[in-house]
């Protein structure tokens, strides 16, 4: 008893001589103080941001099993290349590596509904790209194969959030005409609030992507879900072979090489450097 006595006796001896100078050296107590307070601060937001961007898996259902699929040229592998629309439908019918594959392009569009426009980002999806994500609409349906003929699919999904600060959360706005670049569009769904891509600019709204035989490349972003127990290597050796036997059919050069990454590393990956840097900076 006496020991833990005498410990806190020296303890709280030994703090008040800390208080004392410190209180003869506001100005250094001053600066300690602020250094302190900056060195966690700043470790505390990039240990934030480092699991928010890198560590944390994607909010999709088994995310680990989502591929970026993408062409590079075969003499210089860091050079994307523009994926041929034959080649992607080729991919879809014919690959036994993917569960599941879809496709996604995006930008800027004016949104016209109940009489006024705003400016809104519209991502262009396959019919299968929910299905990819194992994301179906909450509410509604999701768009068709059929749609992504060029001309037909003038159908739209709303984002959960779009449909709340748009549309007043209204489950009677499915089958409600818009425009979109003045052209007009039918909402036919509302889309899971969990469906979330974090690495890009949020989409407001969903319309489909035309694949048919008409289009003649795609440009986009290509994700493929693994089919359980493949691994990236056997599935590139896959769609690399029907790329080829694709390009030969039709007489083109075949310059490209497929590129099966996984999903999580290639889309933080422009990230990686700067963060690592500033935690350095910070240690």
């Known amino acids: 008893m006496i020991k833990p006595l005498l410990f806190l ?17 506001l100005a250094f107590t001053c600066v300690v103080v602020f250094t302190l307070a900056l060195a966690i601060g700043g470790n505390t937001a990039i240990f934030g941001v480092l699991d928010s961007q890198l560590w944390r898996p994607l909010p999709f259902p088994d995310s680990e099993r989502l591929a970026d699929i993408h062409l590079v040229l075969r003499t210089n592998p860091r050079e994307s290349d523009v994926l041929p629309n034959s080649v992607y439908r080729a991919w879809h019918e014919q690959n036994h590596s993917l569960e599941k594959i879809g496709a996604f392009s995006y930008g800027l569009r004016n949104l016209t509904a109940g009489g006024t426009s705003e400016r809104i980002v519209v991502m262009s999806v396959t019919a299968s790209l929910f299905d990819t ?11 068709l194969p059929d749609e992504e003929t060029t001309g037909l699919g ?20 499915i089958g409600t005409p818009i425009k979109v670049d003045g052209d007009s569009y ?5 889309a ?9 600019f949020e989409p407001d709204l969903y319309i ?17 879900r693994l089919a359980r127990g493949v ?15 694709q390009l030969e059919a039709e007489g083109a050069k075949q310059e490209d090489a497929v590129v099966v990454g996984n999903l999580r590393g290639n889309w933080t990956d422009f990230a990686v450097r700067p963060l690592f840097f500033y935690m350095g900076a910070i240690f």
């Open 231 to 245: 691994q990236r290597d056997v599935a590139r050796t896959e769609l690399d072979g029907i790329l080829q036997r």
């Open 208 to 224: 489909p992507l035309a694949t048919d035989s008409t289009v003649q490349a795609l440009h986009g972003y290509i994700i493929g």
């Open 9 to 25: 006796e020296a303890s709280l001896r030994d703090l008040r001589y800390a208080a004392r100078v410190l209180r003869k050296n």
């Open 133 to 143: 994500l194992r994301l179906p609409v909450q509410r509604g349906r999701n768009f």
């Open 192 to 200: 899971s609030p969990r469906l979330r891509f974090e690495y890009f």
């Open 154 to 173: 003038h159908v739209a999904i709303l984002s959960h959030e779009l449909w709340q600060t748009r549309f007043g959360s209204n489950s009677g706005v």
């Open 186 to 190: 039918v909402i036919v769904g509302i």
